[in-house]
């Protein structure tokens, strides 16, 4: 895990919705940054709980009665929470020897990847925010600011309650369609990237057919060990290459070469696919 300064551009996303200073403009460094004080202000009433629809979601992907699809549904319009802490920015030395704090910035706590891509984690509740960081202050805001947020900096992933006992992640096309408010599909159920593969494969000598299917990193693990189908980090789509029998290594590599050179310039797979594999199977 590692700690960043608050860009300018996250800031003026989350303004309103919790920063370095509250909505009278009163800076937070210094004051109580307690459970109840970081998001009553702009959600009142709000009791830091998770949106039973999102909470509902999840148990339905766990069940394997629901999906990735639904879960991003629910999650759309609700409010999360992001985790900021209070970072050192200045210090002096006491007339005794001894260092102290004189200035504290607000830092946006973010992640990496296995692969090495940042993530932005958020939180259904101030609950799963606690435990998971316990002296990180919960700010409020609601999911499609975060969203947006993490687009404009380059985040490609999102964790909903990382640490928890059912983690999700919200790949990059769907972090997308969070910020823009549209709905999502993954991309091994969309009409249009079934196509391109096909297009892709269409003419190509030695090959027989191509199709799509869930990528090996669609299903995630739960903290108990239970294996849930979603919420995974990737490879999120599988582009099955049905192969005629008897190709020689070079045909193989020459056939393979020219389909993927044509699926790098398809517009709906750069659009809508965040990771891929490539399978290669004979026909019949």
Known sequence: MTERKLPAHIAAQLAGAGGTEDTGGQAWAGRNLGEGTSHTHLFPGDDGAAAPGVLRALAELRAGEGDEAAVVAALAGTRVFVPVVAEVSASTI???G???DKEADMAL??????????????????????AWHATARPVATDVRRAAVAAVKDGTQLLVLDPGSALPFVVRR????????????????????????????????PGVAAARTAPGEGVASRAADGTVVPGGGTGPELA???ELVPGLD??????????FQARLSIEPALAEAVDSMQ???????
């Open 173 to 204: 096309p769907a972090l997308w369609a969070l910020a823009q408010s549209r709905s999502w599909l993954p991309s091994y159920r969309m009409p249009e990237v079934a196509e391109a593969v096909a297009r892709s494969a269409a003419g190509l």
């Open 278 to 284: 490539l399978r290669l199977t004979t026909a019949g």
């Open 249 to 258: 290594r070079a045909r193989l590599d020459d056939v393979v070469a020219r």
């Open 98 to 100: 001894l260092v102290a």
């Open 94 to 96: 006491t007339d005794a």
């Open 239 to 241: 582009v099955v290459l």
């Open 109 to 130: 706590v973010s992640l990496r990847s296995a692969d090495g891509r940042q993530v932005l984690p958020v939180f259904t509740s101030t609950a799963a925010l606690s």
